[in-house]
């Protein structure tokens, strides 16, 4: 039986993710990569098939049925572009149906003593965890299909800036925008908490340089003084892989941003809605290219910018645990590295999200706004493709210290 708290929050976000494509008509094309709202709420309801009924219960009947649909055997990791499988879905009020049938039968099986079979997956809800994190994480899919079709319906220069946004430098007053974390071993890692995914695993001790993080990712104001610096259309800033993904995809600013007809840069929201850019929020909407082409050109700029580097991971997570750094869930934050498995990571409980190690995925560090509690926390290492865009991410500089 699991713990009620870890139910309700199951529930609550199951009812999310049935309301996003309730909400709205599932008759547009797939998002590339993303598929359709009506694939991503197939895709997680597999997954619990697939765990709790096939792995722990062993009936695979149910799942077997939409293997071709929603597998591979619905883990963390990578699976072929939906975009092939969408057009093969039911009706939304079908899919509709069979989500509440499965999801609510998974629920009553969860709290239900006796309902379950005893197996190890099950020990200090550890599955039920990774089933809620996985779900947290297609509502943010979710979300992501949502804002490409209202940016492809957006119609141009048709909102008005009241408050023009003006471009800020990248650091006003150094004392004040960066923290120094002086040289030194620290933990990273989770403690083996029931809910921390195998790639948080195990704890680890790092020996880190001194080094001074800024207390907050980067602005809108900041980002658009690189645009207007011609930061998108210098060579120099970008290396060799952000110069052929500049070259295939000529933009010229971040994923959401539009420009009105006095030519002043404006947001769209997931909604559609357009509004000013407020200039102190994080910049969002831009990968991991774009994030460093800005950190070159700040580095460039000699003076207190010299040597900005985006941040590591671990120099993220260690001013995130010491309280140092601010604004930590607006944004996910690019990271410099490749994600990686710590050494003696064992993969639990789906051992096919190993396979995002070897495909170049970049780490991400924090939160967005759209981000569910169950994966606000420290350790928590997410990953995207470096060319991703629609991750709700931004960035965050390291300087070298004083």
Request: charged residues 20%; hydrophobic residues 40%; negative net charge.
């Amino acid at each position: 039986m699991a713990k009620p708290e870890i139910l309700g929050q199951m529930s609550a976000l199951q009812g999310l993710l049935r309301d996003l494509l309730q909400e709205e008509p599932d008759d547009a094309l797939p998002v590339p990569g993303l598929g359709t709202l009506g694939w991503c709420l197939g895709r997680s309801v597999y997954r619990e098939l697939y765990w709790l009924r096939e792995v722990v219960c062993g009936e695979a009947d149910l799942s077997a049925r939409v293997r071709h649909l929603f597998g591979e055997e619905a883990g963390s990791g990578p699976v072929p572009d939906p975009a092939a499988r969408c057009p093969l879905l039911p009706p939304t009020p079908h899919l509709l149906r069979w989500a509440r049938e499965i999801q609510d039968e998974d629920l009553r099986r969860l709290a239900t003593p006796g309902a379950l079979p005893g197996h190890p997956l099950l020990a200090e809800d550890r599955l039920t965890w990774y089933l809620l994190q996985e779900s947290a994480k297609d509502f943010e899919r979710m979300l992501a299909v949502r804002l490409a079709r209202r940016l492809g319906r957006a119609e141009p220069r048709a909102y008005r800036v009241a408050a023009p946004l003006a471009p800020r430098p990248p650091l006003a007053d150094a004392h004040r925008d960066l923290v120094e974390v002086t040289q030194g071993h620290y933990r990273i890692g989770s403690r083996h908490e029931p809910f921390a995914y195998d790639n948080e695993l195990p704890p680890q001790a790092v020996e880190l340089s001194s080094y001074r993080i800024a207390r907050l990712p980067v602005t809108n104001a900041q980002y658009l003084g690189f645009m207007e610096a011609g930061g998108y259309a210098d060579p120099d800033l970008w290396g060799d892989a952000g110069r052929r993904w500049l070259a295939a995809n000529p933009v010229g600013a971040p994923l959401h941003w539009r420009q009105d007809v006095d030519g002043c840069w404006y947001g769209v929201g997931l909604t559609g809605v357009a509004a000013d850019l407020p200039p102190d929020q994080p910049v969002s909407g831009i990968n991991r290219h774009e994030a460093q082409a800005y950190t070159n050109w700040v580095s460039g700029l000699g003076g207190s910018g010299a040597g900005a580097v985006l941040q590591h991971e671990y120099q993220w997570e260690v001013a995130a645990r010491a309280g140092v750094i601010e604004g930590t869930g607006r944004v996910w934050e690019w990271c410099a590295n490749p994600l990686h498995p710590y050494p003696d990571y064992s993969p639990f409980p789906d051992p096919h999200g190993a396979r995002v190690f070897a495909l170049g995925s970049v780490s991400l560090r924090g939160a967005s706004l759209h981000t569910q509690r169950c994966l606000r926390r420290a350790s928590l290492r997410h990953w995207s493709d470096p060319t991703e865009r629609r991750g709700f991410a931004g960035m965050r500089l390291v300087f070298p210290p004083t």
